[in-house]
């Protein structure tokens, strides 16, 4: 570095303030004085267009002077915050920006395991028993020639003493361009970088990060075969989180007092309500839904060992057009840890986790999917249904255990997904048939549809007043869309309610006559099934979405006091959702088989009738049963023939049934 800049720069660390931080710094341990770019510039534009320009030559003096200043070795100067006009994209980095100093936006989507780095090494020489000391410089471990000792002076060997040399952490981290810039179905382009000390595990994968630092490049290739081409590694200077989780956000004391004020409001609720998505027209229930989702309530740990989860699971499905992919990504940009992905394309990791070898560090590590990126957040998934088949066992412990297990590549781990999943499936025929179930018509295994606490078809169904008042509000919205969509509560004050509300506020159910209304509504709707002649309308998992929406609806009135009011809307808004996906279309009743098996109790009962006959035919031919009588018998009872048919060739697939000849069937095992 010229002495005119290094002047400049030993000037501008030893003012009063930079000193005082310093002081600060020391005595709370830390290595890295943090600046911000434009501090540097108000004191010289000249020296600060040498960072830019030498950043490698001005760190290292920096951190010399730094360490002349507190006489502590390994103290660092980070810069951060250049102006957001200069920060490059990811995709438009090229060959004029290697050696210079940059700043990149993206999200965090690998962070390696931190290891030591060796910043100097002590050999110890095996002939005469001398201590020699190498600095290590650069990105390669560096072996001394030959021996310090004048007496020695030969090549060796040495053996390194690891206790003896000195360490610094040092961790790979790989981040992706956010979804939101992307265009054009661009695939997300990726930057490695290295970070060292302090600054290790700062951010964690699924952070959306700005980072700033040093782009340097390493040729690709074997010794033996170098090629021209390069590497790019960014060394990071410093790291911001620019979305941060719940557990990190902080609010101001002014925040924090609007807030309290409106919890007086009586209409607090409904301004909130009002707030989901407001540019999409009707869908009432829908959105207090996805309200009650983005408050949820506290999980609970038992004694012995069990965990309850808090977390509300919310699926979308129904006719196309309907705006389930926009209500998906408004919830995914609102929620204070928010992700949007779509079915296959969620990252190279899918939904889950994904083993992945570090081209850094050589070693292998997980790159997390979607559901563990949204760790302690929110979920957003469209087109749920055509997530990948290795994806659908792990989805499943997921959404009810909150974990995701893995054993790839000796890598065995358990990942936390403390997160509420917002699912968005379309049915196997486009449009939603009114006289098939839900099971019938989403392609999703049974199992995992029993895991969402609510479920809402969506129809897009002609009504003349209802269509003149939707298209006269896009219609406005296109015109004049700031005064249309000017919903109660702003955007970022609603993000800052749901920070606060799940911060500070644990509801308990003190209350026991809104214990006793849960309660007496289970006990109600179970009653019409406790003789078998009526299918079973709801089960405990129900019951546990119950509680579970009613801490949430106690949450989003700012209290931590459950009421009779907050249990009723609980209990109305999961009637509503079984109402509408719990229906065996064959008698119009509720049936919560229909999403716990994909079967209704009067399909079960079919099945056995039209397996009875068979065998009773079998009886009577001679150990076969025509296929033509089995459908007279059947429709003689009220049995579709449709159903018959298709029965028989799903006995044939599984084996229980097989046809010994044309037109005759008989059981495999009898």
């Not at 699971?313 to 389930?324: F, N, R």
């Not at 949007?340 to 790159?367: C, F, H, N, P, Q």
């Amino acid at each position: 570095m010229e002495s005119k800049a290094k002047e400049k720069l030993e000037k501008f660390l030893h003012r009063r303030e930079t000193l005082k931080e310093l002081r600060k710094i020391a005595g709370k341990g830390r290595k890295s004085l943090v600046i911000s770019f434009d501090r540097l510039l108000e004191f010289d534009m000249e020296l600060a267009k040498s960072l830019l320009d030498n950043p490698i030559d001005f760190l290292d003096t920096a951190d010399e002077i730094l360490e002349g200043i507190t006489k502590l070795p390994g103290m660092r100067l980070r810069v951060m915050g250049l102006d957001k006009t200069t920060t490059i994209e990811i995709r438009k980095i090229r060959a004029g920006s290697v050696g210079k100093f940059i700043q990149v936006e993206g999200i965090l989507t690998r962070a390696g395991e931190v290891k030591p780095e060796a910043t100097e090494a002590v050999f110890k020489c095996r002939r005469c028993g001398e201590e020699n000391r190498v600095l290590q410089v650069g990105e390669f471990f560096r072996e001394p020639l030959v021996c310090e000792n004048p007496n020695c002076g030969k090549r060796g060997p040495f053996d390194l003493l690891i206790e003896n040399s000195e360490f610094r952490d040092w961790q790979s981290l790989c981040i992706q361009e956010p979804p939101e810039k992307l265009r054009g179905g661009r695939m997300p382009r990726r930057l490695d970088g290295i970070v060292r000390d302090d600054f290790v595990d700062k951010a964690v994968p699924g952070n959306h990060v700005m980072l700033t630092g040093v782009l340097r490049v390493f040729q690709e290739g074997r010794r033996q075969e170098r090629k021209k081409t390069f590497r790019k590694i960014l060394f990071i200077s410093h790291i911001e989180v620019l979305q941060k989780g719940v557990e990190e956000a902080e609010l101001t004391p002014e925040d924090k007092a609007k807030i309290k004020e409106l919890a007086k409001d009586p209409w607090i609720r409904n301004k909130i309500i009002q707030s989901i998505a407001p540019s999409i027209y009707g869908y009432d229930a829908i959105k207090e839904a996805i309200a009650l989702q983005l408050f949820g309530c506290e999980a609970i740990d038992l004694r012995d060992g069990t965990r309850i989860r808090g977390d509300t699971h919310v699926l979308l499905t129904g006719d196309p057009g309907v705006a389930k992919s926009q209500i998906l990504k408004w919830a995914a940009n609102v929620a204070p840890r928010g992700l949007y992905t779509s079915g296959m394309k969620a990252t190279g990791a899918g939904l889950t986790a994904a083993a992945v070898r570090d081209e850094i560090s050589g070693g292998w590590t997980l790159e997390a999917g979607a559901l563990v990126i949204a760790d302690g957040g929110l979920a957003s998934i469209d087109e749920f249904e055509k997530m990948r088949p290795e994806d659908s066992s792990s989805i499943l412990e997921s959404l009810e255990q909150q974990t995701i297990s893995v054993a790839k590549a000796g890598i065995i781990a358990t990942l936390n997904t403390r997160t509420a999943v917002l699912a968005a499936a379309n049915p196997k025929y486009g449009r939603f048939e009114k006289n098939l179930t839900i099971a019938q018509q989403v392609p999703l295994d049974p199992v995992i549809l029993s895991r969402f606490d609510l479920i809402f078809i969506m129809r897009d169904e002609p009504r003349a007043d209802r269509d003149r008042t939707m298209a006269h509000h896009i219609l406005e919205l296109h015109r004049a869309h700031t005064k249309v969509v000017k919903p109660p509560l702003h955007l970022d004050f609603l993000r800052k309610i749901i920070i606060y509300a799940r911060q500070n506020l644990d509801p308990k159910f003190d209350d026991k006559e809104a214990m006793k209304t849960i309660e007496d509504f289970f006990v109600d709707w179970r009653r019409v099934a406790e003789r078998g002649e009526a299918p079973l309308p709801i089960t405990v998992r129900q019951l546990e979405a119950i509680v579970r929406l009613t801490k949430a609806n106690t949450r989003m009135r700012l209290s931590d006091r459950v009421t009779v009011e907050d249990a009723n809307r609980a209990i109305n808004l999961v009637k509503r959702s079984l109402q509408e996906a719990g229906i065996d279309t064959e008698t119009g009743k509720l049936d919560i088989d229909v999403l716990m098996t994909g079967k209704a109790k009067s399909q079960r009962d079919n099945i056995r009738r039209v397996l009875d006959i068979i065998k009773e035919l079998e009886g009577q031919y001679g150990g076969v049963a025509p296929v033509e009588e089995i459908i007279r018998i059947a429709g003689s009872e009220g049995i579709r023939q449709s159903f018959v048919e298709e029965l028989i060739e799903q006995e044939k697939i599984k084996g229980h049934l097989y046809e010994p000849k044309q037109g005759m069937v008989t059981r495999a095992v009898k």
